[in-house]
């Protein structure tokens, strides 16, 4: 097991609304990056936090938001809910960019 | 701009057969790549980076600048490898993912 734990693991909401989702990173990592996969767009980088800071930013939309915490924990806040946004949402951590990268096993986001 | 492509979204190959899973880059720096792999019902996880030019489950890929390439390799498939390989590059702070390869390996 990786570490890396994210909850919940399905969520099923509807056009419009607005949901977290969180990521714990794996125990010594600083770095927390979340990835959107699609069938249409494959996995996509969405943003990277380190230690609390913001570092590289992908193609986050707007209504898509995310901050990491004191404790390393990250939440990525999904809002005004589109149905393309269903897909599924990974964390992966790390020591340090450079690095091998941990990933969770998702959050699978259904938007009805 | 950066880009990964791998060309193939279906790789089928029977048992013992070479399998040759094919990824090409577009970077104006120094690339590092990796290879991810995502069994089925399991978390992504890394293969190999070229950087540590290892062998790891019998995959081997070789980092091609001239072609911009870097092509994972197993001269003998096994049915265990059946999953889906993602190629990545990371740069500019980011790892940026191929659309990934669908391996099948039949008996």
């Known amino acids: 097991d990786s570490g890396v734990t994210q909850t919940p693991k399905h969520l099923i909401t509807a056009t419009g609304q607005r949901v977290t989702l969180r990521c714990s990173p794996r125990?010594?990592?600083?770095?927390v990056y979340w990835y959107q996969q699609s069938l249409d767009q494959g996995l996509q980088f969405l943003i990277q936090?380190?230690?609390?800071?913001?570092?590289a930013k992908g193609n986050i939309l707007e209504r898509f938001s995310a901050q990491q915490f004191p404790d390393l924990h990250s939440e990525l806040n999904l809002s005004s809910l589109e149905l393309g946004d269903s897909a599924l949402y990974f964390c992966?951590?790390?020591?340090?960019?450079?690095?091998?990268?941990?990933f969770g096993p998702g959050t699978r986001l259904t938007v009805t | 701009a950066q880009r990964v492509t791998q060309p193939e979204k279906l790789l089928s190959v029977f048992k013992g057969a070479p399998v040759e899973l094919k990824c090409n880059y577009s970077?104006?720096?120094?690339?590092?790549l990796f290879w991810y792999v995502q069994y089925s019902r399991q978390r992504l996880q890394l293969l190999l980076r070229?950087?540590s030019r290892e062998s790891i489950k019998g995959f081997t890929a070789d980092l091609n600048k001239g072609e911009t390439s870097f092509h994972l390799k197993k001269p003998f498939a096994q049915e265990e490898d059946s999953a889906m390989y993602y190629c990545?590059?990371?740069?500019?702070?980011?790892?940026?993912f191929g659309a990934g390869t669908r391996l099948a390996v039949h008996p």
């Open positions: 992966a951590s790390s020591q340090d960019g450079f690095y091998e990268q941990y």
């Open positions: 936090y380190y230690n609390g800071e913001e570092r």
């Open positions: 070229h950087i």
């Open positions: 970077y104006s720096g120094s690339p590092e």
């Open positions: 990545a590059l990371w740069g500019y702070n980011k790892l940026i």
């Open positions: 125990s010594g990592d600083l770095s």
